[in-house]
Nanobody, 123 residues
């Protein structure tokens, strides 16, 4: 069983930065790849970034490439999403997810999900 707990959401001004954290409870972290998604009101869930826990390899959606950075800290069992130059359209609930490591980072198949953390960007 894998448990994911996101934190770091809140209110931020446009142009600002925010770092989200996802603390992971799992027996063997190297078995997983981690992803960040978001969902704005009345919109579909959107993939943002993924990282393979074992290698640190990353993959980004074109919409956030260059603004968002995914990383992980093995010692803290935590995955991060650093978000820079935030825009009002980045307002959404942000979710962390875990999926099998052997699947390509571009896959949208994830097994475990966190409860989400709200990020609101004011103009």
């Amino acid at each position: 069983q894998v448990q994911l707990v996101e934190s770091g959401g809140g209110l931020v001004q446009a142009g600002g930065s925010r770092e989200l954290s996802c603390t992971v409870s799992a027996r063997t972290l190297s078995n997983y790849r981690m992803g960040w998604f978001r969902q704005a009101p009345a919109k579909e869930r959107e993939f943002l970034a993924a990282i393979r826990w074992s290698s640190g390899s990353t993959y980004y959606a074109d919409s956030v490439k260059g603004r968002f950075t995914i990383s992980r800290d093995n010692a803290k069992n935590t995955v991060y999403l650093q978000m820079n130059n935030l825009k009002p359209e980045d307002t959404a609930v942000y979710y962390c997810a875990a999926g099998p490591s052997f699947i390509t980072l571009a896959s949208m198949t994830y097994t475990y999900w966190g409860q989400g953390t709200q990020v609101t960007v004011s103009s």
